[in-house]
């Protein structure tokens, strides 16, 4: 006598290959998810310092600003903020932008913040920013006459 169907046994087997797999996938998804918000900021960072770098190199002055010294980027944990600095108007608040960076990315660096002088008379200081995730690091070097992201880092 012939029986149709699945033993019990089988069944377990099946389902509990399934769930490995199905486990293992979400985890590499979750990983790859990460590089990938990791990766998008840094894009964006190094994006926006071009165009601070690119205001400065062409002077663009914003409204009420009389002589501009240059566009600044000041660094935090969570964000980042860029504005133009004018003599002797000081920091014109209505050029400030900050940019927040995804939660699971954060951003190190030696000195706080950056300025770009106008007219290409260098920077204030060259540095090294790593925008930097739970696994993954993408270092950005900020020189005066480049901004460019070095390969990214892996963290076992």
Not at 31 to 39: D, I, L, M, N, P
Not at 106 to 132: F, P, W
């Amino acid at each position: 006598m012939k029986r149709a169907g699945y033993s019990l046994i089988e069944l377990i087997f099946v389902v509990s290959a399934l769930i490995l797999i199905t486990a293992f996938g979400t985890a590499r998804y979750n990983e790859f998810s990460e590089r990938q918000s990791v990766q998008q900021s840094a894009d964006t960072f190094v994006s926006n310092l071009r165009l601070i770098q690119s205001k400065a190199l062409a002077v663009d002055k914003p409204q009420g600003c009389t002589t501009l010294v240059g566009w600044t980027v000041e660094f935090a944990l969570k964000s980042y903020t860029m504005y133009a600095e004018c003599k002797p108007e000081g920091i014109i608040d209505s050029t400030r932008v900050t940019v927040d960076l995804p939660g699971n990315v954060t951003l190190t660096y030696s000195n706080g913040s950056i300025t770009y002088y106008a007219l290409g008379r260098g920077t204030s200081k060259d540095q090294e920013v790593r925008v930097v995730g739970r696994q993954i690091s993408v270092p950005v070097v900020l020189a005066a006459g480049s901004i460019s992201k070095k390969p990214t880092e892996v963290t076992p």
